[in-house]
């Protein structure tokens, strides 16, 4: 029998991207796809890569009646948004996947600051389990609420974990990370206009981006408490992530034995390669699932140079929720996703 989904906030970028992907899964009938500013409209006409492939309607998000109907609901919606449908939802039945950033931090002081309202749903972040796949698995097989983590911490703690979990990593790290402009969503802004994004590259939110604590987090649950400065960047390029972190080292590594590390953390894994000749580039992982790592040992200053780099929309949203999908409901974490990237 096939798994009932239903999307919510079908017509931003990573709603759309859910849709595609899910669209192709052999196991997933669509069953409900909302999205306010254009309800009534078919979502090929919202997407046209979508024409002739997903047909249907976009409805009003009528939260009980889609609990009701689903056996899981994908919400792709701002932050705030999901602190009233996810709870709706799960009384109704529904299991819940948030690509959102509601249910990410554990503490709703943290919310609180970083995203300057109140976590009205705090009863539910402690069952909440974040969906960082190759780290969490184990808890999102029984979940019935996963918190999909952000682009940017998706790339830097799968490129830090390894250095963590072995205790290596001595002080502040740096997130050094650079995006595409689709990571800004779909509503127009000065700041994401063609005018203003080609040939310019622009850091923004040093230090106080809201990704920042989400990486302090994972990765202090991954094995230590660690500092991070986060940097990131915008540049002109519609999809992509590459995330260049810098780790002070607790001791002496080879750059054999740091390989040898990534080799261990991400051997089994589908969507990790861990490359030991070759550098990340987001060209290789384009439209995929796949992030691309791996780490250099700078033994003259003591530092670790861990490298990750991921589609923004796939592996770093839609992608890795439905690789959460295929975990929650026992299916191989590949299904519907295992296709390489565009290149070039």
Same mark, same amino acid.
């Given at each position: 029998?096939?798994?009932?989904?239903?999307?919510?906030?079908?017509?931003?970028?990573?709603?759309?991207?859910?849709?595609?992907?899910?669209?192709?899964?052999?196991?997933?009938?669509?069953?409900?796809?909302?999205?306010?500013?254009?309800?009534?409209?078919?979502?090929?006409?919202?997407?046209?890569?979508? %024409?002739?492939?997903?047909?249907?309607?976009? *409805?009003?998000?009528?939260?009980?009646?889609?609990?009701?109907?689903?056996? +899981?609901?994908?919400?792709?919606?701002?932050?705030?948004?999901?602190?009233?449908?996810?709870?709706?939802?799960?009384?109704?039945?529904?299991? +819940?996947?948030?690509?959102?950033?509601?249910?990410?931090?554990?503490?709703?002081?943290?919310?609180?600051?970083?995203?300057?309202?109140?976590?009205?749903?705090? *009863?539910?972040?402690? *069952?909440?389990?974040?969906?960082? !796949?190759?780290?969490?698995?184990?808890?999102?097989?029984?979940? %019935?609420?996963?918190?999909?983590?952000?682009?940017?911490?998706?790339?830097?703690?799968?490129?830090?974990?390894? &250095?963590?979990?072995?205790?290596?990593?001595?002080?502040?790290?740096? +997130?050094?990370?650079? @995006?595409?402009?689709?990571?800004?969503?779909?509503?127009?802004?000065?700041?994401?206009?063609?005018?203003?994004?080609?040939?310019?590259?622009?850091?923004?939110?040093?230090?106080?981006?809201?990704?920042?604590?989400?990486? *302090?987090?994972?990765?202090?649950?991954?094995?230590?408490?660690?500092?991070?400065?986060?940097?990131?960047?915008?540049?002109?390029? !519609?999809?992509?992530?590459?995330?260049?972190? #810098?780790?002070? &080292?607790?001791? @002496?590594?080879?750059?054999?034995?740091? &390989?040898?590390?990534?080799?261990?953390?991400?051997?089994?894994?589908?969507? +990790?390669?861990?490359?030991?000749?070759?550098?990340?580039?987001?060209?290789?992982? #384009?439209?995929?699932?796949?992030?691309?790592?791996?780490?250099?040992?700078?033994?003259?200053?003591?530092?670790?140079?861990?490298?990750?780099?991921?589609?923004?929309?796939?592996?770093?949203?839609?992608?890795?929720?439905?690789?959460?999908?295929?975990?929650?409901?026992?299916?191989?974490?590949?299904?519907?996703?295992?296709?390489?990237?565009?290149?070039?």
């Amino acid at each position: 029998m096939a798994i009932r989904v239903s999307v919510l906030g079908a017509s931003g970028y990573t709603g759309g991207e859910l849709v595609r992907l899910l669209s192709g899964h052999p196991q997933v009938e669509l069953v409900h796809l909302t999205a306010s500013q254009h309800e009534g409209r078919a979502m090929g006409s919202v997407f046209p890569n979508l %024409r002739g492939v997903v047909d249907q309607v976009l *409805e009003p998000a009528e939260l009980g009646r889609i609990g009701r109907d689903s056996d +899981v609901v994908f919400l792709a919606l701002p932050h705030g948004m999901a602190l009233r449908a996810a709870p709706e939802l799960l009384a109704a039945g529904a299991r +819940v996947v948030d690509l959102g950033a509601d249910f990410r931090l554990k503490d709703p002081a943290a919310y609180a600051r970083w995203y300057r309202q109140e976590h009205t749903a705090p *009863e539910l972040l402690g *069952e909440a389990v974040y969906g960082l !796949t190759e780290l969490y698995r184990s808890r999102v097989r029984t979940a %019935r609420l996963v918190a999909n983590p952000g682009c940017y911490p998706t790339a830097a703690v799968l490129a830090l974990a390894p &250095l963590v979990q072995a205790g290596l990593v001595a002080g502040p790290v740096v +997130v050094d990370a650079k @995006s595409g402009v689709s990571g800004a969503g779909r509503s127009p802004s000065a700041g994401t206009h063609f005018g203003e994004v080609n040939e310019n590259v622009k850091p923004y939110n040093v230090g106080v981006h809201r990704h920042q604590p989400e990486m *302090e987090q994972a990765l202090a649950e991954a094995g230590a408490a660690v500092s991070v400065l986060f940097a990131p960047h915008l540049i002109p390029m !519609t999809r992509g992530i590459l995330a260049t972190c #810098y780790a002070p &080292l607790a001791r @002496s590594l080879s750059a054999e034995e740091a &390989l040898g590390l990534y080799r261990e953390a991400y051997g089994g894994e589908a969507f +990790v390669r861990v490359l030991e000749d070759e550098l990340p580039q987001t060209k290789a992982t #384009y439209g995929s699932n796949f992030c691309d790592l791996t780490v250099r040992v700078d033994a003259e200053r003591g530092l670790a140079v861990a490298v990750a780099a991921l589609d923004n929309l796939v592996k770093g949203g839609a992608g890795q929720a439905v690789q959460n999908l295929n975990v929650m409901f026992g299916l191989p974490e590949t299904t519907g996703l295992w296709t390489p990237a565009l290149f070039p």
